[in-house]
């Protein structure tokens, strides 16, 4: 899969005007093409209409991402996990490694939480054959880099009724420890998902560990508890 016309596509669409809020809004920590969701969407699929269908290995998908990783304004790593997102059945457990170095390279929620989408279907879909798969999960749970652990926290995210509810408590109380804010959002955010399939359940949990949680992880995880 070649780059060149995915990036020219791309810059094609660059509005320096619309970049200097997007970049604001990422507290000026990265650059950007100012492309919005949609345009920067339909740019990589017009661009991906001109080269060979795609039919390669998770390899050769994972290097797009990878390149598209490399370069400079933070739009092609969006494409990057649109890319992953929609070739995710391509993709085993293998490709976890490579996905979790994408994680750690200049992460920020706005990365970190896309890929961790992926890796959660990846997860998910594996544990259909390999019951003990989310042990992966389990090893990023106490990895020295915060994001990987936020994945961890998010891996299970939109899995509803396939959620491993002791695994997911597990988790929380794990990391409840820790004092930085988008760990703690994660919690909570885990919780209240979970809160949609089962809000007794979670209920229980923040009232029985209250004490451990932080006020944050308790007042998201409680937003749709009343």
Known sequence: MSLPPIEAALRA?????????MKAYMLDQFE?????????????KEALQTLPKFAGTAD??????HALWQLPEREFRYAA???????HKRLDVKALPRILLLVQTDPWWDTVDGLAGVVGDIVLRAKASQPSVQEHMDV???HP???????AMLHQLGWRGQTDQARLFRYALTLAHETDFFIRKAIGWALRDHA???PEAVRTFLIEHASQLSGLTRREAGKHLG
């Open 13 to 21: 669409q660059a509005n320096a005007q619309q970049a200097v809020p």
């Open 32 to 44: 950007f093409l100012g492309i919005r969701a949609g345009p920067r969407r339909d740019a990589m």
């Open 60 to 65: 050769e998908l994972l290097a797009l991402a």
């Open 81 to 87: 996990i649109d890319w992953l997102a929609k070739h």
């Open 140 to 142: 990023c749970l106490t």
């Open 145 to 151: 880099h915060l994001w990987v652990r936020r994945v």
């Open 196 to 198: 949609r399939t089962k």
